[in-house]
């Protein structure tokens, strides 16, 4: 026998084990077990003699620390609650997210460091089955437990990352694991739902609560609304114009510096061409116009063309393109309009290595003051290039100049930089977009 269990990861040797555990449902409700002597991942050594349960404040940070001899078995239920491990054998970091709609269970064994933080909203419980008893039999032997707390905390650095489900977002999140080594810097994704006015600064004052006035605070925020389709547009709005500024004005009474991704078409214009602009362009520019005349400070990141070669990512510029092809469907453009094909995890990469390890460019972004940063790949197109090169030539092309010079001038004479370009991850996207066409 066992508990009923479906195994999610298996690391270092089977030292970190994490499952997600099996429901027994009726009309009275549900039944799970959390732990059995006869379980197949139960050794006699690391057979648990007690258990206790905590209770995590919103954004607290519980550890990090390890053991020398004793094996944990915690069990989340129903919470977003994100574990943090560090394997002292392999140097090794690994972090993993609860579900908020499952109940999960994770094996840590001796020489892993380990911690979680409460990245939900509302207070939540924690069980931990133990192979050794608090201190002993009677308490009257010494506690096996390193703790980390001190030095870890006393690092400077906290990231806070907003829109961690989204496809930049994830990236910046993943980044931030990559480059964190022994615990170097604090990282906090928010996976939180969008909600408004008063949720947003509630959420704000509540991570202000946990984050003491010594360290210095990125919160860069990744969330962005790009689905034009009728019925959400007073989402487009409130997610791209006026919550940007919610957070400047909070970041900016916390002392926090503000990062704000934006986009590459955003400039001034009259409406001598009779231009008609996307929802989308018109939801950012109207962010950084409400920036600016707030004089909020704020760094806003304008980056352009972003796609992964993610299975989950079904807007990216590569896939549009693809599909506008396919369908024989007219392309109208500006002949200086360039396609500049950003890789989200180049992008990211640069920008968390930029920022926790202060290289040249980290000034640019500390928002000390209203400032703009583009950041571009090396190797840009036009929209006719981009095409022969990757989609094998396509003539229903229509060139149009629509855009006024200033906002070339603009957006070309700022602050930019250039990272890697990333072909590699374009023709795996291109391939992957292929095979989701024959499957559906």
């Known amino acids: 026998m066992t508990v009923r269990r479906n195994n999610i990861v298996t690391k270092w040797g089977g030292k970190l084990i994490v499952d997600e555990l099996v429901e027994l449902n009726d009309d009275r409700g549900w039944l799970t077990e959390l732990w059995r002597s006869d379980d197949e991942i139960v050794s006699y050594d690391d057979n648990p003699v007690q258990c206790y349960s905590s209770l995590t404040r919103p954004f607290v940070m519980r550890g990090p620390h390890e053991h020398e001899n004793q094996t944990d078995y915690f069990v989340t239920t129903y919470h977003e609650m994100l574990y943090e491990f560090f394997d002292m054998e392999t140097k090794e970091f690994f972090k993993y997210k609860t579900r908020a709609d499952a109940i999960t269970r994770l094996k840590v064994a001796p020489g892993v460091v380990h911690g979680y933080r409460n990245i939900g909203q509302t207070n939540t419980i924690t069980h931990n089955f133990t192979s050794s008893l608090f201190g002993g039999y009677k308490r009257e ?163 352009a063309n972003l796609f992964s070669d993610k299975e989950d990512d079904l807007r990216n510029m590569i896939q549009k393109f693809r599909t506008k092809v396919r369908l024989g469907e007219k392309f109208v453009i500006d002949p200086r309009v360039v396609v500049s094909p950003t890789d989200v995890k180049v992008l990211a990469d640069y920008l968390v290595d930029t920022i926790v390890n202060d290289r040249e460019d980290s000034p640019r972004f500390r928002s000390d003051k209203l400032k703009a940063v583009n950041i571009l790949p090396e190797n840009t197109y036009t929209l006719k290039e981009f095409i022969n090169k990757y989609y094998n030539g396509y003539d229903n092309i229509e060139e149009k100049e629509s855009l006024l010079e200033p906002w070339f001038d603009k957006f070309n004479s700022a602050d930019s930089i250039k990272i890697p370009s990333s072909e590699s991850t374009i023709i795996n996207t291109l391939k992957r977009t292929k095979q989701s066409t024959k499957e559906n």
């Open 141 to 303: 032997e010494q506690v096996d437990e390193i703790r980390h707390e001190e030095t870890c905390h006393d690092k400077k650095k906290v990231l806070i990352i907003f829109g961690a489900t989204g496809r930049l977002g994830s990236a910046l999140v993943d980044a931030a694991y990559d480059h964190i080594g022994f615990y170097d810097y604090e990282i906090i994704p928010l996976y939180n739902r969008l909600g408004g006015m008063e949720q947003t600064w509630q959420l704000m004052d509540q991570i202000k609560q946990v984050i003491s006035d010594d360290k210095e605070v990125f919160f860069i925020n990744a969330a962005g609304c790009t689905d034009t389709t009728s019925g959400r547009s007073y989402e487009m709005t409130w997610t791209n114009s006026e919550l940007p500024l919610v957070f400047a004005t909070k970041c900016q009474d916390y002392g926090w510096n503000f990062i704000q991704f934006s986009s590459d078409y955003i400039f001034e214009y009259t409406n001598k061409y009779n231009v008609t602009l996307s929802p989308y362009t018109v939801s950012k520019q109207r962010m950084e116009k409400q920036i600016r005349e707030s004089n909020t400070p704020a760094v806003l990141v304008r980056v």
